[in-house]
């Protein structure tokens, strides 16, 4: 595994991860936490409540704070034995600090739990300057962190024809909720436990197994 990070003001802005190819493998929930994720190298699927998406390289990964799933096949383990990811975390308290916004002021809503995006030669040299950033700690201060993040909600306004600034960023921190029934359905084959499951839906596994029986009048293991 290799691991690398640069910082704000204590929280987590950049990072660059290689990893083994995960069979399968919980991307936990964090309160107020939304991130973009360049994919160097690799080739993996990513499974939420109710969709399942490829991605490979030349791909990016736009999403909000909710929990979903790495997960990879026994030919794509086969393909490529690890991945590597260059990760963009974004923070409501440090981006209305930074950017001088207040982020409740906008009602704009769009579906962001989990977007594709094809990167563009400008976003391809966005993410070789952030790598080059990440090999090279020593040059890096906040100023420039904040340079570059700033640069990146720019870039993400324009790809995503987005109003504003804020109404991307309004829009990344509400999350778009599916209705249990939805997941269960859409996730019925996926060999997925009732742990797992649980998590899918942000349950505990008891909250999940009286949810279960109430909506199918069955237990899971029954059902």
């Given at each position: 595994m290799v691991y690398k990070e640069l910082k704000y003001k204590?929280?987590?802005?950049?990072?660059?991860?290689?990893?083994?190819?995960p069979e399968r493998s919980l991307k936990p929930f964090k309160e107020n936490e939304a991130c973009f994720m360049f994919i160097n190298d690799g080739n993996f699927s990513v499974r939420t409540p109710d969709k399942l998406f490829s991605f490979?390289?030349?791909?990016?990964?736009?999403?909000k704070c909710f929990n979903f799933y790495f997960e990879s096949t026994k030919e794509q383990r086969k393909k490529n034995e690890t991945i590597e990811i260059i990760g963009i975390y974004f923070f409501p308290s440090i981006l209305e600090e930074m950017l001088d916004l207040n982020?409740?002021?906008?009602?704009?809503?769009?579906?962001?739990?989990?977007?594709?995006?094809?990167?563009?030669?400008i976003l391809n040299h966005y993410?070789?300057?952030?790598?080059?950033?990440?090999?090279?700690?020593?040059?890096?201060?906040?100023?420039?962190?904040?340079?570059?993040?700033?640069e990146f909600i720019l870039l993400m306004v324009k790809t995503l024809d987005a109003p504003s600034q804020l109404a991307f960023l309004a829009s990344l921190f509400q999350p778009i909720h599916v209705e249990f029934?939805?997941?269960?359905?859409?996730?019925?084959?996926?060999?997925?436990?009732?742990d797992e499951l649980a998590k899918l839906c942000h349950?505990?596994?008891a909250s999940f197994k009286?949810?279960?029986?109430?909506?199918?009048?069955?237990?899971?293991?029954?059902?």
């Open positions: 204590g929280e987590l802005v950049f990072n660059k991860l290689i990893i083994p190819t490979s390289k030349g791909l990016g990964m736009l999403s982020l409740s002021s906008s009602s704009h809503n769009v579906d962001y739990n989990m977007k594709q995006v094809q990167l563009d030669d993410r070789q300057s952030i790598n080059l950033l990440l090999d090279n700690p020593e040059l890096v201060d906040e100023e420039i962190i904040k340079v570059k993040l700033k029934k939805s997941t269960i359905e859409l996730n019925l084959y996926a060999n997925l436990s009732i349950l505990s596994v009286r949810k279960f029986k109430l909506v199918y009048k069955d237990s899971p293991k029954k059902y």
